[in-house]
C-alpha cells in the first residue's frame, strides 16, 4: 500500500523514491516505503491549502473539533500495541518504552480534546463605552507543516497534530525519514475518526527533498520543527521571506544539580535515568551532571557502577534496559565527540567504546559512557551529543552551581537536588529552561507547557499556549450604535 496521504488519498512518490527502513537493533528490514520529493510536497500543500481555504474543517464548531480528538485518543488506546511494535522497530527503543509513549499519545489527544471543547479562549474587552461590543477571539492559524524528529516519532507527532486539527488548521506532516510507521498509522486513525479530506497529509522524505519545500512554500502559515539546531536555523532562514509563524524546539545540553544534601540513592537513580534512558536520545537528557565538591567522589563512583551494569539489547529483549543509537552515522558522532572530550582532558571513567558482546554487532550500540572532571570549555561540556554520555563537572556552592548550569547557549530542561526547599526553588528560579525539576528529572504532563529558552527554540507545546500556537488572536470591535462622525465638517 502507498505511504503518503495527500487529499484524503493514499499514493505513491511521484518519481517513485523508494527507502528501506532497517531496526536499527539488528539491521533487518522492517519495510520499504515511498520516499516523497518536491512535487510530492508541492500537491500535500496544495491540498492543504484547498482544505483550509475551501473546506468545512476550520468551520467546524470547537465542539466538534474536540470530539474528533477524544474518538483519535480511544483509537490510539484500541490499537496501542501494534503502534507500540511498530515504533520500536523504526527506533530500536525498548518495547516496554514505546508502550508507556503510547499511553502519553492517547493523554495528548485527550486533553487537547477537552480543551478544545471547553471553548474559554474567547474573551470580551470592557472598553468602558456601552456602545461598543469589543472581543478577541481566536481563529486557526491555516496551513502548518509539521516537521517531527525520529527519537519520539509519534509522541512530538500527537504535540503538534492534536493542537493544530484542535485549532481548525490543516497541516503536512513530515516525519523522519527514519522512522515513518506510527506517522502512517496515525493518519489512517485520523480518518477513522472521520476527519475531512485534504485536513491531514503525510509526506515522507528528506529535509532537502521535502522539509525545504514546506518551509519555503508561501501558501504555508505555520513551520513548527522539532529537530536539531543547525536545521532550525535553516528553516528561520527559509521562513523569513514569507514571514511564516515559526515554532522551534532545538534540543538541549541540560543540567542536573546535585547538592550535598540531595536524597542520595535517588538523586543516583535519577542521574542514570536522566541520560541513559532511550541511549541519551532525548531533547531533554540530563547530560551534564553538576556534582558539589564534598559528594563528588563518592557519587560519581556509584554513578559509573550503576552505568557499567546497564544491559543493552534490542527492543523485545526484556532483559535489556536501553537500546541501540538510531544510526551508524549517528553512533559515529558520538564516537568522535567521546573523542574530543577525552583529548580536551575529561576522564573516561565507563563506556566510550562499542560492547564487545558479538550478539549486539548488528545492531547500532555504544556502552553507557561517564566523562568526569569536565569543565565548562569543554567541547562534551558545550556541545549537544544525543547519546549515551554524561559529562561531570564540579561545583563549590550555589553561586557558582547556577553560573555553570546557565553557561549554556541552550535551555531547555535542568534539574535540582536539593533537601533544602528554599535553595532548591532559589536556583529553580534562577535557571535559565524551560522546565525545571525539583527532585526528579524527565516527567511532563500534557497540562504543563514544553519549550526552550535561548538557542533550544522559542514557542510552546502542551498546555494552553500550546495551544495557542496554532491560533491568531483577532480583536472585532462592533459600535453598537453608529452615528456620524463630522469629524470633516
Request: proline letters at 6%.
Amino acid at each position: 500500500m502507498p505511504e503518503l496521504f495527500i487529499g484524503g488519498t493514499w499514493t505513491a512518490a511521484a518519481d517513485g523514491g523508494l527507502r528501506e527502513i532497517r531496526c536499527p537493533a539488528d539491521g533487518t528490514l522492517v519495510a520499504t516505503v515511498d520516499e516523497a520529493g518536491p512535487g510530492d510536497a508541492s500537491a500535500a500543500i496544495a491540498a492543504a491549502r484547498e482544505a483550509f481555504d475551501s473546506g468545512p474543517w476550520p468551520a467546524t464548531p470547537a465542539a466538534e473539533r474536540g470530539a474528533l480528538l477524544l474518538r483519535v485518543a480511544a483509537l490510539i488506546e484500541r490499537d496501542q500495541d501494534a503502534l507500540a511494535r511498530a515504533e520500536s522497530l523504526d527506533t530500536g527503543k525498548r518495547l516496554v518504552e514505546s508502550e508507556y509513549d503510547m499511553a502519553d499519545i492517547a493523554n495528548c489527544f485527550r486533553y487537547f480534546g477537552n480543551l478544545v471543547a471547553s471553548g474559554g479562549t474567547d474573551r470580551i474587552v470592557d472598553t468602558g463605552d456601552p456602545g461598543v461590543d469589543s472581543r478577541i477571539v481566536h481563529e486557526p492559524v491555516g496551513v502548518c507543516a509539521l516537521i517531527t524528529p525520529w527519537n519520539y516519532p509519534l509522541l512530538q507527532t500527537a504535540w503538534k497534530v492534536a493542537p493544530a486539527l484542535g485549532a481548525g488548521n490543516t497541516f503536512v506532516l513530515k516525519p523522519s525519514e527514519l522512522t515513518p510507521h506510527t506517522a502512517v498509522f496515525l493518519m489512517r486513525l485520523l480518518t477513522e475518526a472521520g476527519l475531512p479530506d485534504g485536513v491531514a497529509n503525510l509526506v515522507l522524505g528528506t529535509g532537502p527533498a521535502v522539509g525545504a519545500p514546506l518551509t519555503e512554500d508561501p501558501r504555508v502559515d505555520m513551520v513548527s520543527f522539532t529537530g536539531g539546531l543547525v536545521t532550525g536555523r535553516r528553516i528561520m532562514a527559509a521562513a523569513a521571506p514569507t514571514v511564516k509563524k515559526i515554532a522551534l524546539e532545538l534540543g538541549g545540553k541540560n543540567p542536573n544539580i546535585v547538592f550535598a544534601d540531595a536524597e542520595y540513592e535517588s538523586a543516583v537513580d535519577y542521574a542514570l535515568t536522566a541520560v541513559f534512558l532511550h541511549s541519551g536520545q532525548v531533547c531533554s537528557a540530563g547530560a551534564r551532571l553538576l556534582v558539589q565538591d564534598e559528594l563528588h567522589d563518592r557519587f560519581v563512583e556509584d554513578v559509573v557502577a550503576g552505568a557499567r551494569a546497564i544491559p543493552l539489547g534490542g527492543p523485545f529483549d526484556e532483559s535489556a534496559r536501553t537500546g541501540p543509537l538510531i544510526s551508524a552515522a549517528h553512533r559515529e558522532k558520538v564516537e568522535a565527540y567521546v573523542a574530543a572530550g577525552i583529548a580536551e582532558g575529561a576522564v573516561l571513567r565507563c563506556g566510550g567504546a562499542r560492547p564487545e558482546d558479538r550478539a549486539l554487532d548488528s545492531g547500532f550500540y555504544y556502552l553507557p559512557t561517564v566523562l568526569d572532571e569536565c569543565t565548562p570549555g569543554m567541547s562534551v561540556v558545550r556541545d549537544e551529543s544525543f547519546g549515551p554520555v554524561l559529562t561531570v563537572e564540579r561545583f563549590r556552592d550555589e553561586d557558582e552551581a547556577v553560573a555553570l548550569a546557565n553557561d549554556t547557549v541552550y535551555g531547555l530542561s535542568g534539574g535540582v537536588w536539593s533537601q533544602d526547599v528554599g535553595r532548591a526553588h532559589r536556583v529553580a528560579s534562577r535557571l535559565r529552561a524551560g522546565t525545571v525539576w525539583i527532585n526528579d528529572f524527565q516527567p511532563y504532563v500534557p497540562q504543563a507547557e514544553w519549550g526552550g529558552m535561548k538557542q533550544s527554540g522559542f514557542g510552546r507545546e502542551l498546555g494552553p499556549a500550546g495551544l495557542a500556537e496554532y491560533q491568531e488572536a483577532k480583536h472585532v470591535w462592533r459600535n453598537l450604535s453608529p452615528r456620524p462622525l463630522r469629524w470633516f465638517e
